[in-house]
């Protein structure tokens, strides 16, 4: 059995259907260390994080948490292609 590793990236799109729909991604911000310190949401698709599952969850729970329009957008975890 092989073990596949699976590529993440977090997707936002705006709730609200008659709104410009563009879809942003999320690019982690990282220390020197390489320890986790929140999310900024870009338009470009082909320079946004690509993260683990467990990494994804946690920007997801972080954007919630941090971000105080995050209530309007539909935050999603979506395979790399």
Same mark, same amino acid.
């Given at each position: 059995?092989?073990?596949?590793?699976?590529?993440?990236?977090?997707?936002?799109?705006?709730?609200?259907?008659?709104?410009?729909?563009?879809?942003?991604? *999320?690019? $982690?911000?990282?220390? #020197?260390?390489?320890?986790?310190?929140?999310?900024?949401? %870009?338009?470009?698709? &082909?320079?946004?994080?690509?993260?683990?599952?467990?990494?994804?969850?946690?920007?997801? *729970?972080? $954007?919630?948490?941090? #971000?105080?329009?995050?209530?309007?957008?539909?935050?999603? %975890?979506?395979?790399? &292609?």
């Amino acid at each position: 059995m092989t073990e596949t590793n699976q590529a993440y990236i977090v997707q936002q799109r705006k709730m609200n259907p008659g709104e410009k729909d563009l879809p942003v991604y *999320a690019k $982690a911000m990282r220390s #020197k260390e390489g320890v986790f310190e929140g999310v900024s949401f %870009i338009r470009n698709r &082909e320079k946004a994080s690509v993260m683990t599952l467990a990494e994804a969850q946690e920007a997801v *729970a972080w $954007a919630k948490k941090k #971000k105080p329009l995050a209530g309007l957008y539909e935050t999603s %975890i979506i395979p790399a &292609e």
